[in-house]
């Protein structure tokens, strides 16, 4: 079965790039100099940033559903460019080099799979996720920290 993982938009933090500090404060973000690689993995391009980019450092509702597993949590986006990651059956390279807890939700958005896996093992849990029916779409989560990664949709 073909996947297709996707980053986030750039254009859904457009208003916080190049932002003085205390604008980034009244949203909840700050910026972040890298100081090591891996370590800071960005989620549009869902590659860690380089050393010496900055990073924003922000809330981000990755399931805005109306439901109990409603949530959000902090995420990483590099005010330096790039393009936003979407491939088909390629896992990107900040998954690759993580431990990655990949969590199945139906149609009503509500979680019904959940597993943990080193992120080079994702292609055959998320084949084996997508391959219930009811499973309309993934969200990967990096394990140790909990953060969303990415998200997950059969392709075609």
């Given at each position: 079965?073909?996947?297709?993982?996707?980053?986030?938009?750039?254009?859904?933090?457009s208003?916080?790039?190049?932002?003085a500090?205390?604008?980034?404060?009244?949203?909840?973000?700050?910026?972040?100099?890298?100081?090591?690689?891996?370590?800071?993995?960005?989620?549009?391009?869902?590659?860690?940033?380089?050393?010496?980019?900055?990073?924003?450092?922000?809330?981000?509702m990755?399931q805005?559903?109306?439901?109990?597993?409603?949530?959000?949590?902090?995420?990483?986006?590099?005010?330096?460019?790039?393009?936003?990651?979407?491939?088909?059956?390629v896992?990107?390279?900040?998954?690759a080099?993580?431990?990655?807890?990949?969590?199945?939700?139906d149609?009503?958005?509500?979680?019904?799979?959940a597993?943990?896996?080193?992120?080079?093992?994702?292609?055959?849990?998320?084949?084996?996720?997508?391959?219930?029916?009811?499973?309309?779409?993934?969200?990967?989560?990096?394990?140790?920290?909990?953060?969303?990664?990415?998200?997950?949709?059969?392709?075609?």
């Amino acid at each position: 079965m073909q996947f297709r993982i996707k980053g986030l938009s750039r254009q859904s933090f457009s208003h916080l790039i190049d932002q003085a500090p205390e604008v980034l404060r009244r949203s909840a973000a700050e910026r972040i100099t890298v100081e090591a690689s891996p370590g800071y993995p960005d989620r549009i391009t869902l590659d860690d940033a380089p050393v010496g980019e900055t990073v924003l450092l922000l809330n981000h509702m990755h399931q805005p559903a109306p439901t109990p597993f409603r949530a959000s949590h902090a995420i990483f986006v590099r005010e330096g460019g790039g393009e936003t990651f979407d491939k088909v059956n390629v896992i990107p390279p900040a998954l690759a080099r993580r431990l990655i807890a990949l969590r199945a939700f139906d149609a009503r958005d509500h979680m019904i799979d959940a597993d943990i896996v080193p992120g080079t093992e994702l292609p055959m849990l998320i084949e084996r996720m997508l391959a219930n029916p009811q499973a309309c779409y993934l969200h990967a989560h990096y394990a140790k920290w909990g953060c969303y990664a990415a998200k997950v949709t059969r392709a075609g």
